[in-house]
């Protein structure tokens, strides 16, 4: 595209966002990066002013995975930068396309220790897909584009632009790239054709087949495809954490999650598969348990559009690097085909066996009348009275886990949580930037009373910015994953683990931060209170639920150990074996 006159190198920047179709963003202004603020006053992208940077890049986050779209956020330099690591690292594990500005001192400052000076490449390089440094305004518009294009192609992540001061205020002709040239960066899209024909004659011969459906599913935009290829062939599907939705879980052929703290099913029937049909997942430790005794029986087919991914943790039999949608398409053009030659193995005592499990080992809680309420009946009572398509955003331990167990995901993309970097403090934001990108759905956060204290200022940003999010604390009053490894594996040495169910007053904080407050002490008040929280709609929405101490997430996998060795709730651990 020709220049169209001179403008300076923040108005640039703006502009570049607008090209790209930025509509909101995340963000703290300070020194660095204010000249960037000045021209955004008159920009149509709406800015919503967090009170901690790392809540921006929550937000960027929690946005990105409602909406498909890119999240996108900007702090200014050093500690600014340095806070936003913590939403990079996360974004990066799990593959959520973010872009990340930061402001940074002159050009000519750098490495001079300047005030707020960080080496903000250097420090993020491990934790992003690419990160620039920007030394002339002239680059602006072709960095930025280029920053879009490697987010949101390929395996989706995030990716940092550092902008100087200076580069800010430069002036430059203004441009728009007509598309990016990256010689370097050319990813896989479509599966090798013998590979595809390979994992179908696999498919098509296995007696005791899983489909192990991971994120990538998510990222590809796959999960119509997904239900179409299971529904051809009939193969159980199991959905990792980071897929829970993927697959709707009232479907005949959902077995929910595996993992650590996977249900019995799930796990069982990976263990025991000849075949892993492995589609964007990526052999995560939290799935496999000890690696050499995980699905000891089992050929793999690995689809995954990152080639690192191949034989990193586990060697496949048919490696096919390329994107889920497309390959799964493939798969399912392949398979049909290798049908019509050969009828597929009967699986019908393998699925009679699958649910005879669901039966056996179904996910076990009681509620007792008139007893301490229980996480599980919270989570279970929060699903059934809400919306179908309702977005369930979590934080990290006991509840994260109960959410992702007891909660019912029938569509894509309405569950928001930290997989890999198991990020505390994610739930609060990552709610807020998701009710910003899809304001037309009910969006609620559960989240432990540890994980909320770390960011739960950022209610005051949504009540400012009247973002309707609704939260539910499973307050009790511990941190309560690491109470149950001490308990399980440390002799019941509890070390800095209690919190005190009272301190702090979360109604009184709720109330001060602009938000209802409401606390629940027990079960028959559960559902009242949900749906006096669903009926405020004018602002943020915070229960305190005061939960049982002393319940445990069953099952349970622990670390090292083989997925054979799963330890069920002890109401049904005399039938495991």
């Known amino acids: 595209m020709k220049p169209t006159g001179k403008i300076t190198g923040a108005q640039a920047l703006i502009r570049s966002l607008e090209m790209e179709g930025v509509e909101v963003m995340f963000g703290l202004p300070g020194g660095a990066i204010l000249p960037v603020y000045d021209p955004l006053i008159d920009s149509s992208i709406r800015h919503i002013l967090v009170r901690h940077e790392q809540g921006a890049g929550h937000m960027a986050s929690g946005y990105a995975h409602a909406t498909g779209r890119p999240g996108v956020a900007m702090v200014t330099s050093g500690p600014a930068a340095t806070n936003i690591v913590t939403p990079l690292a996360d974004a990066y594990l799990d593959s959520v396309p ?123 935009r796959a999960a119509d495809a997904l239900k179409t290829f299971a529904e051809l062939t009939g193969i159980p599907v199991v959905t990792t954490l980071m897929a829970r939705g993927a697959f709707p879980d009232k479907h005949e052929l959902c077995l929910g999650m595996p993992g650590m703290h996977g249900n019995y099913t799930a796990i069982t029937a990976l263990q025991q598969s000849d075949l892993l049909i492995t589609l964007g997942a990526r052999f995560d430790d939290r799935v496999t348990g000890k690696v050499g005794a995980f699905a000891p029986d089992a050929k793999i087919i690995h689809v995954d559009i ?4 191949q034989g990193k943790v586990r060697r496949p039999d048919v490696p096919i690097v390329g994107d889920c949608k497309q390959v799964i398409e493939e798969l399912i053009k392949a398979t049909k085909a290798e049908i019509s030659k050969h009828a597929a193995a009967n699986i019908s005592e393998w ?32 699903r059934e009275n809400t919306p179908d398509d309702c977005i369930l955003a979590s934080g990290v331990g006991q509840h994260q886990m109960w959410a992702s167990q007891h909660w019912q995901f029938n569509y894509p993309y309405t569950w928001i949580n930290s997989g890999g970097l198991g990020t505390m403090g994610y739930s609060v934001p990552a709610a807020i930037g998701a009710k910003v990108g899809r304001p037309d759905r009910m969006v609620w956060a559960v989240d432990g009373d540890g994980c909320f204290q770390m960011t739960a200022q950022e209610l005051v940003t949504a009540a400012a910015e009247r973002i309707p999010v609704k939260i539910a604390i499973l307050n009790n009053a511990y941190l309560g994953m690491v109470r149950q490894w001490q308990e399980l594996f440390y002799e019941e040495r509890y070390s800095e683990v209690y919190l005190s169910p009272d301190l702090p007053d979360y109604v009184k904080w709720a109330e001060a931060m602009g938000c209802v407050g409401m606390r629940c002490d027990n079960a028959d008040d559960v559902v009242a209170t949900i749906e006096k929280a669903n009926a405020i709609n004018d602002r943020p929405v915070v229960i305190d639920f005061r939960t049982d101490y002393r319940e445990k997430v069953y099952p349970m996998v622990a670390a090292g150990t083989s997925n054979d060795d799963v330890i069920l709730h002890p109401a049904l651990n005399e039938k495991s074996r």
Not at 100 to 122: H, L, S
């Open 306 to 309: 990152d080639p690192a991914e």
């Open 98 to 220: 973010m872009v990340v500005i930061t402001g940074q001192v002159p050009y000519a400052a750098i490495g001079t220790d300047a005030f707020q000076e960080c080496d903000t490449v250097g420090i993020t390089m491990p934790v992003t897909k690419h990160n620039w440094l920007v030394t002339d305004a002239r680059d602006i518009p072709t960095i930025i584009r280029e920053a879009f294009h490697v987010a949101t192609t390929g395996r989706p992540g995030p990716v940092l632009v550092d902008f100087p001061k200076d580069v800010a205020t430069q002036m430059m002709d203004w441009y728009w790239p007509d598309g990016v040239d990256m010689p370097g960066y050319k990813p896989t899209t479509k599966g090798h054709p013998k590979q595809v024909k390979d994992a179908a004659r696999l498919i098509v011969a296995a007696q005791r087949p899983v489909i192990y459906a991971g994120g990538g599913i998510l990222k590809a």
């Open 351 to 382: 699925k009679a066996t699958i649910q005879q499990w669901q039966l056996d080992f179904p996910l076990y809680y009681e509620q007792e009348e008139g007893g301490t309420l229980k996480p599980q009946f919270v989570i279970e009572k929060l």
